[in-house]
């Protein structure tokens, strides 16, 4: 399983592996594997990118070794005797019949019919001693994908789109770096990260994606909110530190927040999450910090004064299970009024883990239990104080 950023380089590692499948010590000599399923999304794009692609098998070959190409029966030919037939992920139904001892699938994450395509695939590689398959792909939250990497027979290889930087046109670089530089899209689409999302996540990867600019306007109001660590020992959970801002002018309908930094901290004692909290505050002159006291009773407080006596601090108590607290918060993000700075990847991790039935991913979810309430004591908690009737006194 090769997964790579857009660029990185795929398409080439994959044809190197075909040939080196297929080839001999010399151009008549048998390789490993004589039959070889290429399977892409559809025929044109097999053929297309696969086979006559700048990076296909055929650009790749030595003169001496370059197959031979028969449109009719779509087949590749080494001068060796090994057969390379492509397919299309569509009509997997045309894998039935054939047999293999190697293969190699491309962008298997957008095939749709991918889990189809793949069994069927499956049944057809019962050729050899060892028979092989070769998948090279920019990775998406798709099921089939994450099968195969959790199997214990895949090995697992990753290249971003900047290694193969030498190869690309630098505009390209520079204008993907711009836009997607420290968003979800580009840790996928440029890093070739898998971005797991869990079964009806409170949080989208679509709605992540779209809450993400690029700066805050000025701010009426801006919280550091934490959510303290029980222990601090290089496994225990992590201190949730994060600060987020709002403009609150007009009715709660129109105000709006932006998250501003993920300052999360792990295995540090509580002294030094205290001082990375109120250098969080400083950092961006905050109106307060809060902090969720369940565990830590009087004691959060008391450390915070001793890092700054002065720093306006609140302490929360959560009445209320995690999945609960989170859902009005998501649906802020759903109405648009909450917006993301740029580099808030593995706080937007756990918020993609998050369901209505609880916290999917694994350890606790630290980073957004300190999101939840600074959008709570920034958005919420104002909101149902601004609604309540005021008293007239007569």
Request: proline share 6%; glycine share 10%.
């Amino acid at each position: 399983m090769i997964l790579g950023g857009r660029g990185a380089g795929k398409t080439r590692a994959g044809a190197e592996w075909v040939r080196a499948q297929v080839e001999g010590a010399r151009p008549r000599d048998p390789g490993r594997a004589r039959r070889v399923a290429l399977v892409g999304e559809t025929l044109d794009q097999a053929r297309e990118v696969m086979v006559f692609g700048e990076s296909g098998l055929l650009a790749c070959a030595p003169p001496d070794r370059r197959p031979d190409w028969s449109a009719t029966r779509r087949l590749l030919t080494w001068p060796n005797g090994a057969q390379a037939q492509l397919f299309s992920a569509h009509d997997f139904e045309a894998l039935r019949g054939p047999q293999f001892d190697a293969a190699w699938c491309d962008e298997l994450a957008k095939w749709k019919r991918g889990a189809e395509a793949w069994d069927m695939l499956q049944f057809g590689l019962r050729l050899g001693d060892d028979p092989r398959a070769c998948v090279t792909t920019t990775p998406r939250n798709v099921a089939v994908l994450k099968d195969l990497i959790a199997a214990p027979s895949t090995v697992v290889t990753r290249a971003a789109t900047e290694a193969n930087r030498a190869h690309l046109a630098e505009g390209f670089l520079d204008e993907m770096r711009r836009r997607y530089a420290g968003t979800r899209q580009g840790r996928q689409e440029l890093d070739g990260l898998l971005l797991d999302d869990a079964d009806g996540a409170l949080w989208s990867a679509a709605l992540l994606e779209g809450c993400v600019t690029d700066a805050a306007p000025p701010l009426d109001r801006v919280v550091v909110a934490v959510d303290p660590a029980v222990s601090a020992h290089s496994g225990s959970d992590a201190c949730g530190i994060v600060v987020a801002g709002a403009v609150t002018q007009g009715p709660p309908q129109d105000w709006r927040a932006w998250v501003l930094e993920d300052a999360t901290v792990q295995g540090v004692s509580p002294l030094d999450w205290a001082l990375e909290a109120c250098a969080a505050a400083e950092r961006h002159g905050a109106d307060r910090l809060v902090a969720e006291v369940n565990q830590g009773g009087a004691l959060v407080e008391s450390l915070v004064r001793q890092v700054d006596p002065l720093v306006p601090f609140r302490a929360l108590r959560a009445s209320r299970g995690k999945a609960l607290r989170a859902e009005p918060v998501a649906a802020l993000y759903e109405q648009g009024r909450v917006h993301h700075l740029r580099g808030l990847g593995p706080l937007e991790d756990q918020m993609a883990q998050m369901t209505v039935r609880g916290y999917a991913g694994p350890g606790s979810p630290d980073r957004l239990d300190a999101l939840v309430w600074a959008l709570h004591e920034l958005m919420i908690g104002p909101a149902q104080q601004w609604k309540r009737p005021r008293l007239r006194v007569l």
